[in-house]
């Protein structure tokens, strides 16, 4: 099974990477962005979780395929992002990554469209108030390339603890960030991106343990060639699995948290 993890190269040539590319109608290429949607999937499917009379809620999706192939096999999904004139002034709907309307969910023709309206329900929802009206509503939540746009590194982790109030028990949470690989001192912390030290990852691991959730974190990285290799501004090379954010390279870490039966 997935565990919350960094290294990712040998990933793109297993056979679940290649299943979940396959139900997210997209070619393979080593881009990180595919790795945070297969690894999402992934880590849900194989936690029985894509099913029917599974209630899944999504925050950030923009314009994902993840809503849409979870719909198709039967989960009921609430999927959330910004406010649209808030998502426009942090430049997501310029850059065609929020969906204006429940179809833009769904236009990959991933789940049949009938299905797809019984399904699926797409809401307003700031990830900085999580409302109380999701608390204990879902068996899974997640997220990919979202809670690093919250404000802060603080934003972030607070975003991690609370998120969790919204499972069941026994649900789980999976949500994919950007990760420090250059330094655990110093780190990017503006208004519309932050990178996650090691720190600031084992200090959420802290409390999450301390409320009784579960997750162990694989810090390893990678040293394979695709891995080694850090894109750069404009970020156009087909290899995209570190990048430079700055002066530190970050990669994506996926995370898992599971929340016991009792
Ligand atoms: C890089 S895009 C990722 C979109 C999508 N998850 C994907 O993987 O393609 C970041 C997303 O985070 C959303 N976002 C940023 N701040 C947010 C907030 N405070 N609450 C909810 N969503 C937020 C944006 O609207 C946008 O959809």
């Known amino acids: 099974m997935l565990g919350s993890q960094l290294c990712k190269e040998t ?22 962005k595919l790795w945070e949607w297969c690894y999402i999937y ?23 395929p993840l809503t849409a192939a979870f719909a198709a096999l039967g989960s009921e999904i609430v999927a959330t992002d910004l406010d649209v004139e808030l998502a426009k002034a942090q430049g997501w709907v310029d850059t065609n990554q929020h969906a204006l309307s429940l179809t833009d969910l769904n236009d990959r023709g991933l789940c049949d469209p009938y299905q797809f309206q019984n399904l699926v329900t797409y809401e307003t929802a700031n990830m900085n108030q999580i409302s109380e009206s999701y ?14 746009h919250l404000g802060s590194i603080e934003h972030g982790k607070r975003f991690i603890v609370n998120q969790m109030k919204c499972l069941r028990p026994g649900g789980v949470a999976v949500h994919t960030t950007e990760f420090n690989l250059t330094s655990d001192e110093h780190t990017l912390e503006a208004d519309i991106l932050v990178i996650f ?3 600031d990852i084992e200090a959420m691991v802290a409390e999450l343990s301390e409320e009784g959730y579960r997750i162990t974190v694989d810090y390893t990285a990678g040293t394979g060639p695709f ?11 087909p290899v995209h699995l570190r990048l430079l954010l700055g002066q530190y390279v970050s990669t994506s870490i996926g995370l898992i948290i599971e929340k016991p039966l009792a």
């Open 11 to 32: 990933d793109f040539s297993s056979a679940w990477f290649i299943h979940a590319c396959g139900k997210l109608n997209e070619g393979m290429r080593f881009h990180r």
């Open 227 to 237: 891995e080694s290799y850090v894109d750069i501004p404009p970020y156009t090379n």
């Open 197 to 199: 030290r090691k720190r």
């Open 42 to 64: 992934e880590a849900l499917r194989e936690r029985s979780m894509l099913m029917p009379f599974k209630r899944g809620l999504g925050f950030g999706v923009g314009k994902e």
């Open 135 to 148: 608390t204990g509503q879902f068996d899974y939540t997640w997220s990919s390339c979202s809670f690093e």
